[in-house]
């Protein structure tokens, strides 16, 4: 599968929905699940982070002819995929919220820090890499929380 290449214009939108997606209700994202996350936004978030489609979507449990076949047909994913395809897409966003809060967001790409830190061994995970965590939302959750603690200066 081709790797997309988005435009400036629609990464900088990607990642106001993924700014927003991290300030939603509990409620509307348990919605958002239920409508179903169309696949192409898992091969959209690929092309974001800098990642073959292959390695994240088995990274989120998704196997990749999976992703084809439902991105060709316009089709969403079940809801549990789904449900890690926004857990990813809101850890994006976190990133970029935290850089806002903290810094200087100006030419800051938190989807292209985010796909490296996925990437890289982490010591607060025992030196395992961020990546091998995407395959549930309690790993998400901790890999989020991690970022949160990056901020304070607390190590997890």
Not at 29 to 41: D, S
Request: net charge negative; proline share 5%; hydrophobic share 40%.
């Amino acid at each position: 599968m081709t790797r997309n290449v988005l435009s400036t214009g629609d990464k900088e939108q990607a990642i106001r929905r993924f700014h927003e997606l991290n300030s939603v209700s509990l409620g509307e994202r348990e919605a958002a699940i239920r409508q179903g996350v169309p696949a192409m936004e898992l091969e959209e978030l690929a092309a974001l982070l800098g990642l073959p489609i292959v390695n994240l979507s088995r990274a989120l449990g998704v196997p990749p002819t999976t992703i084809r076949r439902k991105a060709k047909n316009g089709d969403a994913l079940p809801a549990d995929q789904g449900e890690r395809v926004l857990g990813l897409q809101r850890i994006v966003g976190q990133v970029q919220k935290m850089v806002e809060e903290c810094g200087d967001p100006s030419n800051f790409d938190a989807a292209a820090w985010t796909g490296n830190w996925l990437m890289a061994p982490q010591p607060a995970l025992g030196g395992r890499l961020a990546l091998e965590f995407l395959h549930t939302s309690t790993g998400l959750q901790l890999l989020s929380e991690l970022l949160s603690h990056n901020v304070t200066g607390a190590y997890a």
